[in-house]
């Protein structure tokens, strides 16, 4: 007999294949040429690496274009067919078994099946992908048949489908899994590789998409825009259809007559990630210290506006399951400088110390570490700011080439647990002085063993709380929503990091 679980997933399913078919006899707009028309997109970097191993995790919404996922997560925070059309977890979630679309080929036009997705995932879990650590606990991958996989894990796979819909789940064609990726594709996507080159990336709709029908354009244009006033700038004028923006501009794009796109939760967070294998920040008093010296409320004041970043000492958002109602009232998310001295004074470093704080070039980046370099002074820290382009920026955070680093991190992306194995476990791969409290393991373990929401939260908030009272080695500023605006022309557009672009549509000029 089938878990409640097993049951819902494959309702849920069912439901979203049903509703995915009926979409392929849909179409977008066409120009007067009888060409669907095209997506221009104003981003506020390019991508460092188009390779989804290699990649940075906000860079999935241009790779995800180029790779199909095996599942897809929908804006609901639900789970949706994608290259897997269904998927069964037996009674004690102990093994995950999916079945495959049949009739897909990659790009190159190799054919996909169950032979490539074992391939991929035995190759991430030999290490050496960003997301080789979200694949621990996967025991076996065995091809049962040409579309089905059997996934045998070591404990909750819960967690697992959310993990299938990030990265881990872009399935690459098996003679391409040993070559460098970064500046071409070799996936199963709805769109080709046209053009990466300076600060534009181009990509076409591809013909031989399994649900080509639905695609709504004929390509898409990302156009980088490092200064956010420039970018706000081009889609007013037309030059872009849609861009993302910062919460200051909120008001000018309702001025404008432009759409506004927040999403409901936000699935991202402010914060600072210091390396702990440097000997000052090995020290839990001095990370409880520059916890105790930041005034979220002010940053998140001076460089977002009221609203535009919701100050909180806890990486999760309020309306996320994660998110602990206790946590921000504790002593030691509190603004207390006087107590934050005594702590350094405590570590032997009355006098302070120097180290360098990575910043990137955009304004917000700059600006928060600006008021770092005077919060942290006045406990007796000197920063000295280092701004980065994103590509050296984003490298050298994943290989560890860091004292502190001031960026957005993902909090709940492929799930609650891959933040935490990212951050607070050792192999994580923001995690470069191997950060270890004790009983975070098992804290995690025991917050993965169902699925219900409500019965992850009360281990995942005693993990969180223990995190705080040590001094975390990400240290939380604020949680943000990502914010884009779009032209009236535009429709359907989803532009978390999910999406494919396979639904928008876009009004000839």
Known sequence: MRSPLSRLLAVVATVVLAVTAAACSSSGPESGSGEKARLTIGAAAVPSSLDPRKSAPYEAQWIGMLYDTLVQRTPDGGFAPALAESWTLSPDARTLELTLRPGVTFQDGAPFDAAAVKANL?????????????LTNIASVEATDARHVTIALTDSGAPMLGVLAGEAGMIISPASLGEDLSRRSAGAGPYTLDRFEGQRLALTAWPGYWNAGALGVGGVDIDVFIDDSARLRALRSGQLDTAFIIPSQVREVGDSGLELLRPKTAESFWGVLVNTGRKEFGNPLVRQAMMLA???????????????????????????????????????AQYDPARARQLLAQAGL??????ELQVGTAQNYTQIGQILQAQWGEIGIRVNLRPMENVQFVTARRQGDFDGTVSVYLNARPDQSAFVKNFYLPGGIFNPGKYDLPGTAELLSTSSSGADPASRAPAMHQLM?????????????CTAPRLAASQRGVRDLDMTLETKFTD???DPK
Do not use: K, Y
């Open 504 to 506: 928008v549509a876009v």
């Open 350 to 355: 009355a006098g302070g110390f120097d180290f």
């Open 122 to 134: 035995d190759a991430a879990r030999a290490g050496g992908t960003n997301f080789s650590g979200q």
């Open 465 to 477: 709380v223990n995190a705080l009272n040590d001094g975390p080695p990400i240290m939380p500023i």
């Open 294 to 332: 930041l005034d979220r409320p002010a940053i998140a004041r001076a460089v977002f506006g009221e609203g535009g970043c919701t100050p909180s000492a806890q990486p999760f958002d309020a309306n996320d399951w994660a998110h602990s109602p206790e946590l921000d009232s504790l002593p030691a």
